[in-house]
């Protein structure tokens, strides 16, 4: 990716904070579902660039990550992924 990503902070569940590239976030129209694509930029043994994905939660005023709940989820989003790499 040529453009400069943004940088979010997330934190773990044992309360360390991490600075990492926001790829892109979407939502799935029909389930209001929202998931963010972030890297660490770490790479794997191919010299690929690791992605994280995790669901969206916005309650309290507050945005928080979690896991992925279904299979489905993660196959539509896998679906999302082909799709946008297709584009690259």
């Given amino acids: 990716m040529d453009q400069e990503n943004k940088k979010i ?3 773990s569940e044992d309360g360390t904070e991490e600075v990492v590239d926001l790829l892109f976030a ?3 129209n029909d389930t209001k579902k929202e998931y963010a694509v972030y890297t660490r ?3 794997d043994e191919n010299g690929n660039i690791t992605i994280y994905v995790s669901s969206v939660i916005h309650e309290d005023g507050k ?4 896991g992925v709940e279904s299979d ?4 539509r989003i ?3 992924l082909r799709e946008l790499s297709k584009k690259e």
């Fill in 63 to 66: 945005t928080r990550f979690a």
């Fill in 41 to 43: 930029n770490e790479k």
């Fill in 9 to 11: 902070t997330i934190v």
């Fill in 72 to 75: 489905e989820d993660w196959s």
């Fill in 26 to 28: 979407f939502v799935f």
């Fill in 78 to 80: 896998k679906d999302v």
